[in-house]
């Protein structure tokens, strides 16, 4: 099931994207589906209402260097154990909405499609044979970064946690097996990102475990697993799309503050 989060009007709410005939549609749901699917049987068509991002996590926990060829290009090898860091939750935007472009702190900034995890309930030291009971969904997600404060800094707090630098969506799917799927980035429709999770050093259920051995998971937190191989620089006015197999495809414009 596609769970989103939408607008309509003065209307927030969830609902459960559906093909109806030859168009999508979206079935609003009554509170959150976190504590069930209740339909309210209201439906409106998809281009009629504007998909936010499908969840506000209380975190992000991010993993760096989480593809082979993404840690090399990156200077260093593959390490050995995940390395985690945190996105604040303001950081989050949904799809469509507006990657603003740090020009007075940041001469660099980079997209970086990734598959997110999003947990489903209260969880800690999950071991990974149990690490899909914990989750409720996946989405795209491109964890933006200020690459030349990354380098300049000892913490990637502030490259990573810039206001807009986690664009989420454009809706959360239920049934998926993260094992094996394709992830695409593009920027202005040229494929710069291309790979498959297979590749990822650590994979979910690994992640899971690694992260709630640290801390609590809570329902709607977000684990990103990290990004593959060809980062590059974004300009204001560029376009960038990440698409993962199953999921669907997340697109965002950079934008300056003014």
């Known amino acids: 099931m596609r ?8 209307t927030v709410a ?44 209380t975190k992000i926990v991010a993993v760096g260097k989480n593809y082979a060829e993404h840690a090399r290009e990156m200077g260093s090898e593959p390490p050995e154990e995940p390395i ?24 660099r900034v980079d997209y970086e499609g990734e598959l997110a995890v999003v947990i489903g309930r209260l969880c800690r030291e999950v071991p ?8 409720f969904g996946y989405t795209c997600a491109n964890d933006v970064t200020a690459r030349d404060l990354q380098a300049k800094d000892d913490q990637w707090g502030r490259a990573k946690g810039f206001d807009t630098f986690c664009p989420l ?24 990102q291309s790979a498959r999770t297979a590749q990822l050093i650590h994979d979910v259920p690994a992640l899971i475990e690694f992260v709630s051995s640290v801390m609590t998971l809570l329902p709607g937190d977000v684990i990103l697993t990290g990004t593959p191989a060809g980062i590059g620089p974004m300009a204001v006015g560029d376009e960038v799309s990440v698409s993962i197999e199953g999921i669907g495809t997340l697109t965002n414009r950079v934008i300056t503050r003014d």
Request: glycine share 10%; hydrophobic share 40%.
């Open 84 to 107: 985690l860091f945190l996105k604040p939750s303001t950081a989050v935007i949904g799809p469509g909405d507006g990657i603003v472009y740090p020009q007075k702190l940041s001469e």
């Open 128 to 135: 990974r044979h149990r690490a899909a009971e914990v989750v």
């Open 169 to 192: 969506g454009p809706w959360i799917e239920t049934q998926l097996d993260p094992s094996d799927i394709a992830i695409t980035t593009t920027l202005n429709g040229e494929v710069k």
């Open 3 to 10: 769970i989103a989060r939408f607008s309509k009007g003065d």
């Open 14 to 57: 969830f609902g459960a994207v559906e093909q109806e005939d030859e168009r999508e549609v979206i079935a609003e749901i009554a509170g959150h589906p976190f504590r069930g699917v209740e339909f309210t049987g209201k439906r409106y068509p998809l281009a009629d209402v504007r998909l936010l991002a499908p969840i506000l996590p």
